[in-house]
């Protein structure tokens, strides 16, 4: 490789022209081209569902491109495969990682390469002295003979860099890299980074959070709905823009939100809840009618309180206090039982069943309150709640019998909503209630939850998504290294104070 | 309030009912898509085998014969169908069965050697320890499943010797003779020319199908296998549904073991050695996805028939049960291949505009 | 620390990748206890006639170990074992005799070809495992009785009848007269190239690789597929190895045998250590468990214990052992139900804290 120096070097390490990629005539990528320079970290950085993912599977050879051009080396690839790739020196760093759980480090970081040199025989002996010497060369403390299983996500990760390098990689893809990561392991991750750059490496970030986008690259380039909006050097951007390009359109602040009767009963009051490694010391209130924002950066302990009222992982200390009466949540029958719902984080595995129909999603969780004398299913009851909740919620779909996975982002959240409300509990705790769905319906699932909330539910809406809690919450509580360190009420909420609060 | 519109209104609202009712009469055919295409390869079969010999296959005997094989068989393939609907799969059904079978014959004939007629005024109670002799076998597969957290697959292989060594031991690995005659005598009885087993198995699955279908525990059971996850985020408490799933398993095991010694007055260790595999034939030709969530009793049933009428069809037109054996295993492979042409065909287009891995960051 | 450290790394070797080590202990135990209770268990003999009943056992179980650490199940291997075997010996008998190496060719190739049935529909349309070899070991079973021959055949070819009756070892210990019969030796073979094949072949490696996790194989290059149908016809080759070596320790050849004792080499197996998820298990933990399984039956018989709790006692090991693993791995991060919820793997308070200031 040629000079380690970024910005002025003249030949892309890797192109890619005017790529298109539709699925089933939605179209994913129209027309995206970038270029990537050795020695630089260019940041590619949109909302859920820009297009970054499928690029990245493009690249790597995963998935192949209706039309447009990768180009290595002035070899002008039309459709990649996965050795081709691997061949050109293109290795991505997955979100998984892509390891095997059950070979030890050394094997995970020599067995790639062996694959790609086409080799027959392979002697764990002669592979260990390349995998030693480039976990020295990083100056990384990874036991080479653990077997990957066992290790921590940090160093999974570390095992996947080491990996990517010891094949000569040119350029190295990483897909979110920093989502499982503490603090100290960004920042050894990203003078690892450093050094891959001085080494010429071209380095391509796949990101959503703005502040590691800014530290890390150099360049950013930012896509919208599968088009490229712009690329720009890193340091003519601040957050505010960036946010501005990947969303198409400035913070929106307004907000609505009813009034609270100054009567309004307390329904849920949490106090003391502690449970070590997560949160601690954790106390509030929520009144009948009520929608409460919990807010903090990823890792805060924002889920972490979300679950232990859920009974998913029971707090160690502290009580919990529904309409006055204590409750043990040691499971999640103890939180059901109590009036509590969730609707979790991860829709797809954690509240969803993909090919079970939307009439089955949602009375997968009242299943016992339609019960006849006989213990059988009331079905008449069990159509009209159905009914009732399709028409309520204004899922798109042509009847409740169509399978959940046909569902848009939108109409699948309104399912696992729906699944609760068929419930009717009387705190219902919604984990990032709009991720991954497009601008109307959000506006439309934050719609429900006020109708719910007027209608006397209790409401708390998890969520690190500033414009989406100042529209809906009466209050928002800000967590902090596992703390609450403020509870934001009336105009204090705004979206340049939460996200002052939750990272400062 | 106003007259007009709410008569427009009438109209269209009924033009949706219609609309609404067509297709949920088209979602409930695609549902069971499972049982409505084993429902034609029941008549397929039927008419296929009728043609080639009519004079052998259609005659009463051979009709009663088919109706006569597959109780046995068909309560154990939907007990099947009950393990795979939670994901898992049980092998120790016919091991258990046979325990079952055993247990009734033995003691059986330790009261009738004293007294024979005790021993007959006893059957119920035969019949009863037999069942719970299936429960007792299902209950210790729900506690290996369930409470240790062993893999299906293993803790019933596990429990399939287990259950298997305690018969042979038992009975020494030889042939029991001995069973209460009325069991005999319900065995060979007919209702209208249908016989007594067919129809107890027919009730037995109309049970099973409307607890799969019409309860709270059948949805669960639908549930835990569809996304193990999604249940537990659901409140579904998944040790419960397995412990049930196990348990009513091996009570249908219990209940096989009784229709064996009915239909045949005899019990040992080895009887139905194929039956381990041969259910799990009829279970996913039955339209069961061996990964859980999804199957159907009226599709087991089906499948149960078909093989059964694809037996005795091969017999009428002279073709051996070697025949059989591959024509069984031709039909399983084509229906999966089948299943999974059609599957990746209907799920491909939508599976990956969304981000998958973003989701939840 | 380092003291401990090594000692720790020394009992981590000794334990083995997969139990072994536990494996090796169980069995010694199992014949110490043997020898202390019946002096006539601990001789030459017995020793001998247990490693005889263990060559056909332990070729069937290599095959099955290699499908199991790719991820899969396979019940036809019986099947394939029978079909290959038994036409070799009616190729044999009525048409000419190929010669011993002519004949384990034949079988070879028939095992193959069979094996290539498994693995083109496996690795083409995705199917679960388990349900592709339980329909072909209906096909396979079916042609060959309907196709081949359905007879017992009760004298083998000259070449193999030959072998029938040759022993590698024959010494007289006081008085008995000890045999090892000379088919160990190729068992003993096969058992030196399959470990050699999953340890030392890019190949043997892709089988753990997809056994581990498949779509990350695909990312990494390995062809999955290919290596899924060479790995297929491979364990149809053992499978006839096994399907001959049975008939020629047998004197006869029978197409109605072999078959329904799948399940049976599946357990052996897994009590071996193998992985029923794949990715884990060795030839020498196979091998234990192979011997564990028939040192059971031998023991049981001169305790005087009826041979028939010999199934029973190999499931109740096979509970314990799996349902030992079950328990430690609910213990420890309660990994086998939640590594998809666990939403934040023990996060540290020091590093907990030490995440918000990320943009620092």
Redesign the interface.
Known sequence: MSSPSSEDSPVAALQVRDVVKT????A?LQGVSLDLYPGEVHCLAGE???G???LIKII?G??KPDSGQIVVDDIVHHAMD??AA?KSGIQ?I???F??????TVA?NIA??A???ER??????RASRPAAQAIVDELGLDLDL?ADVESL??ADKQLTAICRALVHEARVIIM??P?????????SRLFSLVERMRARGVALMFVS??L??VL?VSQRVTILRSGRHVLTADAADLDPASITRHMTGHDVDDARAVSVLPHDAPVVLEVEGLGL???FRDISFTLREGEILGVTG?????R??IA?SLFG??PAARGTVRVRGERVRLRS??D??AAGIG?V??????????????IA?NM???S??S??TRW???D?SRVRQTIQQLFDRLRIKA??V??SV??L??GNAQRVVIA?WLANRPRVLMLN?PT??VDVGSKQEILDILRAEAAAGMSIMVISDDAPELVSSCHRVLVI???RLVHILEGQEIDVTTIQERM?A | MNKRPSSTNAFVRFNDAVGDQWSQISDRLLVSRGASRMLILVILSFAFFAALNPSVFLSPLNLQNIAVASPEVGVIAIAMMLAMLTGGIDLSLVAIANLSAITISTLYSAVAAGNPAAAEQLTPVLVLIGLVVGLLGGLFNGFLVSRVGITPILATLGTMQIYNGIAVAWTGGSTLYGSPEVLTAIGHATVAGVPMLFIIFLLTAGVIGVVVSRTPLGLRIQFQGANPVAARYSGINSRRVLMSTHVVAGLLGGLAGVLFIARNPTASADYGASYVLLVIVIAVLGGTNPAGGFGTVAGVVLATLTLQIVSSGFTAVRLSAYEYAMAQGVILILVMVADQVTWRRRRRPQTTPVDPVAVGT | MNTSGSSVSVLRRLRGANNEGVLALILIGLVLAMSAANPAFFTLPTMFAIVRSSIVPLIFALGVLIVIISGGIDVSFAAIAVFAAYTTVRFSTSITDPGLIGAFALALLVGAGLGLVNGAVIARFKLPTLIVTLGTQGIFKGALLTYIGSRYIADLPGSMAAVSTTNVVEISVDGRDAYLHVMAVPALLLCLAVAWMLRRTMFGRGIYAIGGDQEAARRAGFRVVRIQVLMYVLVGMLAAVGGMAYQIMGRSSSPQELVGGELDIIAAVVLGGASIFGGRGSVLGTTLGVLVVQVIGNSLILAGVPSAWQRAAVGGLLIVGVGVQALAAKKSGRRVHTNVDDPAPEPEPEAEREREGARA
Do not use: M
């Not at chain 1, 699925?23 to 939605?26: E, K, L, M």
């Open positions: 699925y089933g005539g939605v994913a859920n569902g820009c970054k993912s499928t790597s995963a998935e996965t050795t691997i991505v997955y979100q998984d892509s390891l095997f759980p059950n070979l094997e067995l790639t062996a694959v790609a080799k027959r025989l392979y002697s764990r003979d921590s996500v897909d979110e920093t989502t499982a990561l503490t603090h100290t392991e960004v959503h959070k502040d590691e530290a070590p490694g997560a950066l990823l890792g805060s302990g889920t972490e679950e998913v992982l999640i029958d939180a059901i969730y979790p984080e991860d829709r797809l595995s954690q509240g969803l069943f993909l090919e079970k129909s089955d009375i997968a969780g299943l016992d339609h019960r213990r059988t299913l079905s042509p009847n019998g169509a996975r046909s848009s982002g699944k990032g991720v991954g902090r290294q596992g990272a």
